[in-house]
């Protein structure tokens, strides 16, 4: 990999993430930063490049946006979910929701702010190269969560370079993160700091946004790879083994059954920044196991 965790420390979660973007009709393809008081504050960012001005479609606009985006989701991207119960590989769990219904409508259909930022505040000094509107072409951003901290890693695509550390924060400075279903294919998150400012990133995955809150809240537990029997590692290497190279690290979660999932993200071929979502469920000898009552409620 282009980057590791401290010896003591475990890797949770590493998943692509960018600021995300509007899809309501007034305010598709567009994002804001605010403060408290909902004032645009994206010149107030020290050391931010400059970029682009957003205003509310007009009208007019909407109805192009509305009649563009229904070719754009007459066919809905697939964020695919690979089973492999009962030995068979390639098996879909089913098609994701392009989108939800808005949870926020001031934040979603009237405004779409992605930082909400008192001053001094913690989401003021996430690093800009979140923005796609303002990072160099060919740069990516990567979200990283380990039990001691969470971290904003940047790489360049096509490239083996070390990836640069934009930015960490102690565990204990994130309050949480909440899935926020009214996006494309359902993958923007809120991730919300300690006091009480956030940001709305798209993590390229439902999957994984849903799995930042759930390891935030504590709500499901991780395994590190020392922890696996030599056959559950045994059939991780297999399994990593016939994924693709650019494959992301692999997040192993241990169920109430005590089965373990383990599940690893792809880049899409059908979309930049969009990656699908492969797992496996290992019983404790690494042999397929079924889900058990329980194991998959979210």
Known sequence: ??????????????????????????????????????????GELPGWPEGPSYSLHSTGDRVAQRTGRAFLVGIPLIANIIAN??????SPFGDVAVRGKPEEPENEVQDFPVMWAAPGTLARTVPWQLDPARRPKGYATDLVLTDR???????????????????????????????????????DVRLTFADQSWIRLFAGNPDSAERLAQLL??????????????????????FL?????????????RLPSGIVMVEVNVPSKASKDVHETHSILMGASGEAAKPQPGDLQQ
Request: proline share 5%; aromatic share 6%; glycine share 8%.
């Open 1 to 42: 990999m282009d980057w590791y965790p401290n010896a003591d420390e475990d890797l949770l979660l590493r998943t692509s993430v960018k600021f995300a973007t509007g899809i309501s009709p007034a305010v598709a393809g567009s994002r804001w930063f605010r403060d408290a008081e909902r004032n645009d504050i994206h």
């Open 149 to 187: 901290r969470l971290l904003f890693l940047g790489t360049r695509t096509g490239t083996l370079d070390k990836a640069d550390v934009l930015a960490e924060f102690p565990r204990e400075s994130v309050a949480g993160a909440r899935r926020m279903t009214y996006s494309e294919i359902e993958a």
């Open 85 to 90: 119960i009962g030995g068979a590989s390639g």
């Open 241 to 253: 083994a016939e994924l693709p190279a650019n494959t992301q690290a692999p997040l192993l979660t």
């Open 217 to 238: 809240a504590g709500t499901v537990r991780t395994v590190p790879q020392h922890e696996l029997t030599t056959g559950q590692r045994e059939r991780l290497t297999r």
